[in-house]
């Protein structure tokens, strides 16, 4: 389910981590729980992304989920499909729906990422709660 | 699927296209007198880079057209009138004739704002007469009627705290709100510049006591606190939770959206607290209007009073009624001329009708109604708070969730059986909550026919989740693709569309 | 108690049904010490008739006999009968927020139609389901813009109507915002030099009114090119929407927004109004307020739900769009029902008579002597007199012909002594018009007395 190239984090997002540049998106778990995506909030290119801190939002029609970026960095590029095709999100999360690509400033902050078997079991011990 | 439905029948009603799509040249709806005066050219007047020749796309219809197209709308739509509209914390209650025929009345329609006191005395005195009336409901000392609607009341009142606090030396940062709040709340806040900090409730659905004591630091302004709160539930250490904020130097804010509860039997100022808001769309039987006009007076205690949005109404000892512009603290004004007048009117006629033992009278019915509901549709709805209920009770879907059926699903279909449904996924401390608040307009017979409704849901659900999951079924249009309307949104109709 | 369907017996067979033996144990929870002791103190319980009595007797009380030449943000028009037959249908106006589509597809309907009317009217792209008033609504503009623009600096024209800049200030006083404002020139419209002077890079907003305080119509397109230059967004507020039959509507402002009560809403001392706010497209999803939006159902029919909610404090919280839940719908439904009943050509010909009343009265006036219309600029129902005599003798003299004359501008504008605002619409008659004149005449002729001392103030260029 949940590829073995990305990086996970605690509040949903993947990285998909290529030298210094970073690609970042939702997991399938955040969007199934979102429902139908209606509309994608994202930065632009030139914009500066904080670790932990807030980039974006993703809305269903009576939702609305604040994005966390994984790591530090200049954003190089926005995915420009989600303006009119947000249902990508749906139907491909860790894939073309990709968000944002960050040029990371300390490839340090992935060390504190889970892994894809890592992120599976979090899945597993956030629903018994 | 048996048909266990005995409280509702499909009924015809005509398609209608958009007013627009009616449209055909050279017919109109109103015939003008003849002009008096000269005919002035416009487009001389105006000048031509001014003038406007047309409005494209605007309708052309008869009065007869606009008759039948309004009237055929409204029977699309299920109010009050329909029957039980059990929406709860929007305390959807009868609607008296009377109101709206005294809100008419030449004179009181149509005097203007701006006309000088001396011509404009009925309308002041109604306007002081509703203010003392809700003060003598309240407790509190001082009323102003100036905002529009609960949301507005709650920035004037946050926006009093905020100027008083700063008068004694410091304004503070925060507001602390229960994490069963209306939306509204924390909207509210943030327009004064305040923090919002949220305080979980305790497994009774009240404000925790020692979470409230963590958060209320020096750095708090205030607490906003619904009473009875969301869940229908009074919260029973008001005075102590008041006492607290007030160690610390903060003031209490009420909403009082569930004044429904508590008129004629217990007054807020006795509880503590220090301002709060009232809805004359839901305690006092002004219509809701499909979404409005409502009107939303702020009450204050004393040292608060200087801080009321200006203009207020004044009394002199001549008995002439004056408005007070001249007023150094106040916070402003919220809106512009003196609030939705026409509100206050239909307020007070409520208020005359049912006088002081009606209006208990009333408290005690809607209160009953909500319990004898509850008690009802316990066996069958999960009660996820057990604390006991007052104007409204919250049950959850998670017996049908297990099913795969949700409270909007079985919200939809309790419309096949006829009625209006509650109030759905608030508040948001409950998971899947159904938020009942039948109000007092309700006689025990509409309250059984709504009871047997749910129950029979209730087997629905057991027996066939996929059936209500679909519904409603009798309704002029199936559920609606509300997910296509927010992607690719159309929000007017254009010629060719 | 007439409202309350409940009898003895149904009380007690639901009290039973509760488990409960009295209903005082229903209120336990409510501690002794905060129960109220005895009955409140107020008036009642009244008979219909005797509700009627009072509110007659109050409504006596009124300016019901005068004729009103007052305008300034609530105007006096003819409301078509059928308006009140059909928001007097309980479907509408006991009705909520349409939020159970399924069974609201009347005020969905008739709110999307109001949304359309009032874009059509504006030449912006999208209209919000109405705000509380006109006041409100550009408030909610301002914010709106500074949202967009990311820039807290407000320009405001002096001549937007003064409590629409007085509730903007209430609500902006601890936004960290900086208000300026904007003069008037020799026409009666905003001085473009100070405009240009006031525009500086951190200017989120433009805020003018159109026609504005003193009736006059602004160059909005002229305007909206200045303003623009400086990467700031312009608000234009309409407070007498019904100029829109006649005046192009500006469709180079960012967001127009005003006071539909002109629509068949009565004057009502104030309230309730409608507020409206359209846009041009981009700003939607920063737009306040409600929105219905044309959808289709399972079956491929058309219906209408409300939209893009995530904008609303229902969902967002503190971080909302506006902090406004109940609007205006009825009123806002009033305003569609007047609109599709004057449709096209009535409300064009209303408008021109309007405009024609407007214009005879004050060539009535021009031609008193010591009276004068000072500011030069086209306007609509709605212009400045300068009266022969101070303001308060001559409206004094018009109370005596029941005449209320119009506002007082000194009240907002110091510099405006003896100055009025008068509105004529079409409710007010030839005869009335003369009438007025010839008091304005008599009152010009006793101050030209020799021993009268004049004092008049000519209409200035007032610092900001």
């Given at each position: 389910m949940y590829p073995n190239e990305l990086l996970y984090t605690k509040d949903h997002e993947w990285i998909r981590v290529d030298e210094d540049m970073g690609t970042i998106g939702i997991t399938d778990h955040a969007q199934k729980e979102l429902g139908d995506i209606v509309f994608v909030e994202l930065p632009k290119a030139g914009d500066h992304v904080s670790a932990r801190e807030v980039f974006g939002s993703v809305e269903s029609v009576k939702a609305v989920s604040e994005i966390f970026s994984p790591v530090t960095g200049e954003v190089?590029?926005?995915?420009?499909?989600?303006?009119?095709?947000?249902e990508l999100i749906n139907t491909d999360p860790h894939g073309d729906a990709w968000l944002i690509k960050v040029h990371m400033a300390?490839?340090?902050?992935?060390?504190?990422l889970m892994s894809a078997d890592e992120y599976e079991a979090y899945l597993k011990e956030e629903k018994a709660h | 699927m048996k048909n266990r439905n005995r409280t509702a029948r499909p009924h015809v009603t005509r398609n209608e296209d958009l007013i627009f799509e009616q449209s055909s040249p050279g017919k109109t709806g109103v015939d003008l007198p003849p002009l008096d005066v000269p005919a002035a050219s416009p487009e001389r007047l105006l000048g031509a880079d001014i003038f406007r020749s047309e409005i494209k796309g605007f309708p052309e219809v008869s009065e007869t057209e606009v008759i039948r197209h309004f009237t055929r709308l409204s029977t699309w739509n299920y109010g009050v009138d329909t029957g039980l509209y059990p929406l709860g914390s929007c305390t959807m209650k009868y609607n008296p004739r009377v109101n709206e025929v005294v809100a008419r009345l030449e004179g009181l329609a149509t005097d203007?704002?701006?006309?000088p006191e001396a011509l404009v005395q009925g309308c002041l005195e109604i306007l002081a007469e509703t203010a003392r009336c809700l003060a003598e409901i309240t407790g509190m000392d001082a009323v102003s009627?100036?905002?529009?609607?609960g949301a507005q009341g709650e920035l004037t009142g946050i926006l009093m705290i905020r100027a008083c606090l700063a008068d004694r030396g410091n304004p503070r940062r925060i507001i602390l709100i229960p994490?069963?709040?209306?939306?509204t709340n924390p909207a509210s806040v943030h327009i004064c510049g305040y923090e919002v900090r949220n305080l979980k409730s305790n497994a009774r659905g009240c404000v925790d006591l020692d979470e409230m004591d963590r958060a209320m630091?020096?750095?708090?302004?205030g607490l906003m606190l619904t009473n009875p709160n969301t869940l229908g539930v009074?919260?029973?250490q008001i005075q102590e939770i008041a006492r607290r904020v007030h160690a610390k130097g903060g003031l209490v804010y009420m909403?009082?959206?569930?004044?429904n509860a508590l008129v004629g039997v217990a007054r807020p100022a006795d509880f503590g607290v220090d301002v709060m808001h009232l809805n004359l769309h839901k305690t006092?039987?002004?219509?809701?209007?499909g979404g409005g006009p409502g009107s939303g007076p702020v009450a204050v205690k004393q040292f608060l009073e200087?801080?009321?949005?200006?203009p207020i109404v004044e009394q002199s000892a001549d008995g002439i009624y004056r408005l007070n512009f001249?007023?150094?603290?106040?916070?402003?004004?919220?809106?512009?001329?003196?609030?939705n007048f026409g509100m206050a009117v239909r307020a007070l006629a409520y208020i005359q009708a049912n006088g002081a033992p009606g209006l208990r009278q009333t408290t005690l019915d809607a209160v009953l109604n909500a319990n004898y509901v509850r008690s009802r549709l316990k066996d069958v709805y999960d009660l996820p708070y057990d604390a006991p209920s007052m104007h409204e009770c919250v049950f959850s879907d998670r017996k049908q969730a297990a099913r795969g059926v949700k409270t909007g699903d079985i919200a939809k279909r309790l419309i096949d059986y006829g009625f209006h449904p509650y109030t759905?996924?608030?508040?948001?401390?409950?998971?899947?909550a159904l938020m009942i608040e039948p109000t007092e307009s309700a006689g025990k017979a509409e309250l059984d026919a709504f009871v047997e409704a749910m129950r029979s849901i209730a087997l629905e659900v057991e027996e066939d989740p996929q059936f209500v999951q679909k519904a409603?079924?009798?309704?002029?249009?199936?559920?609606?693709d509300e997910t296509a309307a927010a992607r690719k949104p159309v929000l007017r109709w254009e010629p060719n569309s | 108690m007439r409202y309350l369907p409940n009898s003895p017996a149904e009380r007690a067979e639901m009290l039973r049904a509760t488990g409960?033996?009295?209903?005082?144990k229903l209120f336990d929870q409510i501690p002794s010490a905060l129960k109220m002791a005895g009955p409140m103190s107020?008036?009642?319980?009244?008979?219909e008739p005797e509700i009627l009595e009072y509110f007659r007797e109050a409504a006596s009380q009124?300016?019901?006999d005068y004729i009103s030449l007052l305008g300034a943000g609530a105007y006096s028009h003819y409301r078509p009968v059928a308006i009140d037959a059909l928001l007097s249908r309980g479907e509408f106006?006991?009705?909520?927020?349409?939020?159970?589509?399924e069974i609201a597809q009347g005020t969905l309907q008739a709110m999307f139609e109001f949304q359309t009317l009032i874009t059509q009217l504006t030449g912006m792209d999208v209209s919000n389901a109405?705000?509380?008033?006109g006041s409100t609504a550009t408030t909610e503009a301002v914010l709106m813009a500074m949202r967009i623009t990311r820039r807290n600096r407000v320009v405001l024209a002096r001549t937007l109507h003064p409590e629409y800049r007085h509730v903007l200030q209430t609500y902006v006083q601890h936004q960290g915002v900086e208000l300026y404002g904007v003069g008037y020139n020799s026409t009666g419209q905003l001085d473009l030099e100070q405009l240009e002077a006031a525009l500086?890079?951190?200017?989120?907003v433009v805020v003018i009114q159109?026609?504005?305080?003193?009736g006059s119509i602004e160059r909005a397109e002229e305007i909206a090119g200045i303003v623009h230059k400086s990467g700031a967004l312009l608000v234009v507020t309409i407070t007498?929407?019904?100029s829109l039959a006649l005046v192009r509507p500006p469709?180079?402002?960012d967001v127009v927004c005003g006071e539909a009560?002109?629509?068949?809403?009565?004057?009502?001392?104030?309230?309730p109004y409608v507020g409206f706010l359209a846009a041009k497209t981009q700003f939607v999803r920063q737009m306040p307020g409600r929105l219905i939006g044309q959808t289709q159902d399972t079956e491929g029919r058309r219906g209408f739900v409300l939209t893009l909610?995530?904008?609303e404090q229902h969902i967002r919280?503190?971080?909302?769009?506006?902090?406004?839940?109940?609007?205006?719908s009825l009123c806002a439904l009033a305003a569609t029902i007047y609109l599709s009943l004057l449709g096209k050509k009535g409300l064009k010909a209303l408008a021109e008579q309007n405009l024609s009343k407007a214009s005879y009265a004050a060539a009535q006036l021009r031609?008193?002597?010591?009276?004068?219309?000072?500011?030069?600029a086209p306007s609509f129902n709605e212009f400045v007199v300068k009266t022969p005599g101070p303001a308060e003798e001559l409206l004094a003299a018009l109370r005596k012909e029941?005449?209320?004359?119009?506002?007082?501008?000194e009240r907002y504008?110091?510099?405006?002594?003896?100055?009025l605002l008068v509105c004529v619409t079409e409710t007010v008659s030839k005869g009335a018009i003369d009438r007025m004149a010839a008091v304005y005449a008599r009152v010009a002729a006793r101050c030209a007395e020799p021993d009268r001392h004049r004092d008049t103030v000519a209409a200035g260029r007032p610092s900001s």
């Open positions: 190089t590029a926005a995915n420009p499909k989600l303006h009119s095709t947000p300390d490839r340090g902050e992935i060390d504190s | 203007h704002p701006f006309a009627l100036q905002p529009s609607a994490d069963s709040a209306h939306g630091t020096e750095d708090v302004a009074f919260e029973e909403d009082g959206a569930n004044m006092f039987t002004t219509p809701h209007g200087p801080y009321l949005p200006a001249s007023r150094p603290k106040s916070i402003g004004r919220v809106r512009a001329f003196q609030g759905t996924s608030f508040p948001l401390i409950v998971s899947g409603p079924y009798t309704t002029r249009v199936t559920r609606l | 409960h033996d009295s209903i005082e107020l008036p009642g319980p009244l008979s009124s300016s019901r106006f006991t009705a909520y927020t349409p939020y159970q589509a109405s705000l509380y008033d500086k890079t951190e200017t989120a159109s026609p504005n305080f003193f007498e929407p019904l469709t180079d402002a009560q002109s629509f068949g809403v009565p004057v009502a001392y104030g309230g909610a995530t904008r919280r503190e971080k909302a769009t506006s902090n406004i839940c109940t609007n205006q031609a008193i002597p010591r009276a004068s219309v000072p500011f030069s029941k005449i209320i004359g119009g506002l007082d501008l504008y110091p510099e405006m002594k003896n100055h």
